[in-house]
């Protein structure tokens, strides 16, 4: 089993940036890819982006491009979520995900491992 536990949310204004944080109970590099998910009330889990522990290879999501970065610290077995330029639209529940298979894939469905989430709040 692999734990992963979610930090750094909170309620910010719109334009502000945020940093959210993912360590994990085991080397990142064993768990291939890692991605940030979000969840709107009302709306379905959908990808922000996921990286490629080994290489560090990132994909993010159209919506977020050029706001959101994902990087990574593999001697910390910490994957983290920079985001920039944040607006009301971004407000949801940020989960952290781990694919131990690699396969990378921008589906909830491809992770089996899950955090608790982290709730991010933008408003004015």
């Known amino acids: 089993e692999v734990r992963l536990v979610e930090s750094g949310g909170g309620s910010v204004q719109p334009g502000k940036s945020l940093r959210l944080s993912c360590p994990a109970s085991?080397?990142?590099?064993?768990?291939?890819?890692m991605g940030w998910f979000r969840q709107a009330p009302g709306k379905e889990r959908e990808g922000v982006g996921r990286?490629?522990?080994?290489?560090?290879?990132?994909y993010n999501f159209d919506s977020v491009k050029g706001r959101f970065t994902i990087s990574k610290d593999n001697g910390e077995n910490m994957v983290y979520l920079q985001m920039n330029s944040l607006t009301p639209e971004d407000t949801a529940m940020y989960y952290c995900?781990?694919?131990?298979?690699?396969?990378?894939?921008?589906?909830?469905?491809?992770?089996?491992?899950w955090g608790q989430g982290t709730q991010v709040t933008v408003s004015s």
């Open positions: 085991r080397y990142i590099t064993s768990l291939k890819c």
């Open positions: 995900a781990a694919d131990p298979n690699g396969r990378c894939s921008s589906e909830v469905s491809g992770y089996r491992y």
């Open positions: 990286i490629e522990t080994g290489v560090g290879i990132i």
